[in-house]
Nanobody, 124 residues
Framework: QVQLLESGGGLVQAGGSLRLSCAASGRAVSSYAMGWFRQAPGKEREFVAA????????YYTDSVKGRFTISRDNAKNTVYLQMNGLKPEDTAVYYC?????????????????WGQGTQVTVSS
């Protein structure tokens, strides 16, 4: 079993930056792909970014490309999401997830473990 705990969310002005962390416990996640998803009020959960277990490949939804960077430190059992150039439309609860989605990184159904989420609010 894997427990995931997100941190680093908060309130930031448009154009600002935040760094989200997701710490895993209970079992190493080094063999899992890790993903970040987000859910805004009244909307469905959507894919944000993912990284292979090797860290060699990363994937992003179009709306965050060039602004967000996902990374992982398997020695620390932690995955990060650096968010720069934040926009009000990035406001959401951000969740990290671990799984083996193979090539379907944006499919939330292929992730086994989920954190509780951390709120990110971007003011205009």
């Amino acid at each position: 079993q894997v427990q995931l705990l997100e941190s680093g969310g908060g309130l930031v002005q448009a154009g600002g930056s935040l760094r989200l962390s997701c710490a895993a416990s209970g079992r190493a996640v080094s063999s899992y792909a890790m993903g970040w998803f987000r859910q805004a009020p009244g909307k469905e959960r959507e894919f944000v970014a993912a990284i292979r277990w090797t860290g060699s490949d990363t994937y992003y939804t179009d709306s965050v490309k060039g602004r967000f960077t996902i990374s992982r430190d398997n020695a620390k059992n932690t995955v990060y999401l650096q968010m720069n150039g934040l926009k009000p439309e990035d406001t959401a609860v951000y969740y990290c997830a671990a799984g083996r989605p193979r090539d379907y990184y944006s499919d939330s159904r292929l992730y086994y473990y989920w954190g509780q989420g951390t709120q990110v609010t971007v003011s205009s």
